[in-house]
């Protein structure tokens, strides 16, 4: 009975995409992944996180979003995924105004749009293994299914060996990895990372880095919180700064570094960071490559 | 299927895993239940009594003793044809003179119709008319003798003598018994309220520990049924396992106090309580319905994100 609501809910969700606008398109380009056309959050009390932030990210970008503690970075992660509504303007994902979804819809968003958070938000009484599963089993997987895609979630992080443990018996960096892993075991096509290497050693970091940038080359739309300036500088991707809650800083594709393969840019990370040695990650890649994003709305 | 497998592992695993919480909630539906299980027969018994007692009112019509038989069969369908009428009982001079000897007797008094001259039996006649509802006993008796033309009271038939209906004894079981029935009716609203809340406390605690738990289940984006159903699961076994502690208890109750007790008290053995394999239902029932449908309400609280 869950499945055919979901059936019906997807389809009442293409009908949405189907709306005049959309059709009448001349252009008909895809629309930006990530849209915020002025948006505002004051808290209750007065403080204001984001004032009139206006930015696009585009299908398959890499993004880093920069700025000192307080800037309003993770209201910004918080108002994508409506953990937070603005109190102006729009936030548009794959063109949709998600203010607009009714309530029981934003479970399906959500779905879509991998989140690492920055207090990992680890299911303590699950294990490694039903940790990662749980995001499997609320999109309805099969059995099998889930079997094949944990393991090869974890082992790309490098939790293959702690399957069974709970997240209070886990290192600050392993709960990261498995908040990591947990975000994009589904393949989803936006990934939002909230520091994702705030509590880990130059080399872990390194290698989440380069997991990251392998998703990002499948097709998914990376959008990484970090104030790690110098692992920013590093990987030549778009930056965008916030400070007191504005943009103050938009550097896109011109630094961006030629094509490279995952190793190389590991490789080419760890030699300008100075780390040597292993990164805490398996050196290959999972058995199986990584298939790439479903599409976030259906067309 | 799957999920609903799913959801019965997970309610499970909870209830494994949270073993406080989880066991205070049984003992608050055990406690509950138990108190349920004793005042449901109990204000069974009473109220049972009350109508009883309401039961035996009714109103007396008295005959001339010359009035014949087909008068009388007339006056009797008569009666029959009011409305509230219930019951129309025909006395006999023969019967009321019986009945009269068989209280004397009971009351091991002097057998005085035995005085009585030439055996003459002065009792009258008489109709015993039982009105459905206490409450009408008037209506009906100004349907026998509805107020004449001259406001004296003109009865229905030439051959009523007179309409008694022990007025007094009436109004004063009827004040008595409605009031019995509303103090039954509040204590019973009182007791249902009193256990709900209690329970919706004890889930509401256990859940408030686990809210963390469900906010992150929600920003991964399960739905909020795929998160309450579980909740409800373990609600449903809670209910389960306290309702059943509780029907152990009264049924050692039922058998070590009250069997013995049926004997010798006229109360508790009378008719009308219920039969305990029903209550055993009836309260199993109850205590897995409130908990799971309180586990479930109470939940919607924490799924506003």
Known sequence: MAREKTKTRRRGLRRAQRRPEHVTS????????????????????????????????????????????????????????????????EILIAGRDIATLPAERIPYL?????????????????????????????????????????????????????????????????????????????????????????????????????????????????????????????????????????????????????????????????????????????????????????????? | MGRVFFFIAEGLRALRRAGAPSAAAIVTVAVTVLL???????????????????????????????????????????????????????????????????????????DLTAQLPGSRNPLPASFNVKPDDLDNINTVRAAITPPGESGEPAPISPIIEEVAD????????KSVTGAVKWFLIIIAGLLLTASLLLVGNTIRLSIYARRREVEVMRLVGATNWFIRWPFMVEGLVCGAIGGLIAIAVLFLGKEAVVDPLSDSVGLISSGDTIAFARLVILLLAVAM?????????????????
């Not at chain 1, 056309?37 to 979003?65: D, N, Q």
């Open chain 1, 26 to 89: 001349e252009r008909r380009t895809k629309p930006p992944i990530v849209e915020l056309r002025r948006a505002t959050k004051i808290y209750p009390g007065g403080t204001v996180a984001l004032e009139r932030v206006s930015l696009r990210v585009e299908r398959g970008e890499f993004v880093f979003l920069v700025g000192p503690t307080g800037c309003g970075k993770s209201t910004l992660i918080k108002m994508l995924i409506r953990e937070l509504e603005p109190t102006e303007g």
């Open chain 1, 110 to 299: 959500r779905r879509r749009v991998g989140t690492v958070f920055q207090d990992f938000k680890l299911l303590p009484s699950r294990t490694v293994y039903d940790n990662v599963a749980y995001a499997l089993q609320v999109i309805g997987a099969s059995r099998a299914e889930i079997k094949r895609k944990v393991p090869d979630a974890l082992r790309l992080v490098g939790l293959a060996d702690k399957l069974s443990s709970y997240p209070d018996q886990l290192s600050g960096g392993e709960q990261q990895r498995l908040s990591v892993a947990r975000a994009f075991v589904n393949h989803p096509p936006l990934l939002l990372a909230d520091e994702p290497t705030g509590n880990l050693d130059p080399a872990t970091s390194i290698g989440i880095m380069q997991l990251l940038y392998r998703i990002n080359r499948t097709g998914t739309t990376v959008v990484v919180v970090t104030h790690d300036r110098e692992m920013v500088d590093k990987m030549r991707r778009r930056v965008i700064a916030l400070d007191r809650g504005q943009v103050v800083r938009d550097q896109a594709a011109g630094m961006y570094a030629a094509e490279e393969s995952t190793t190389e840019f590991a490789a080419r990370i760890r030699e300008e960071m100075g780390v040597e040695g292993p990164t805490g990650l398996p050196p290959s890649g999972p058995k199986r490559p990584y298939s790439g994003p479903s599409e976030l709305f259906e067309d």
């Open chain 2, 36 to 110: 349920l299980g004793v005042l449901v027969p109990v204000l069974q018994t009473t109220s049972g009594k009350t109508e009883e007692v309401r039961d035996q009112v009714g109103l007396r019509v008295f005959l001339h003793d010359d009035a014949t038989q087909e008068e009388t069969d007339e006056l009797g369908a008569q009666l029959r044809e009011i409305q509230h009428v219930t019951q129309v009982e025909y006395v006999s001079k023969d019967q009321a003179l019986e009945i009269l000897r068989d209280r004397l007797e009971a009351e091991d008094k002097e």
């Open chain 2, 166 to 173: 022990s007025r007094d004894e009436a109004d004063s079981i």
């Open chain 2, 289 to 305: 319905g409130v908990s799971a449908i309180g586990s479930g309400l109470t939940l919607r609280r924490f799924l506003r994100i």
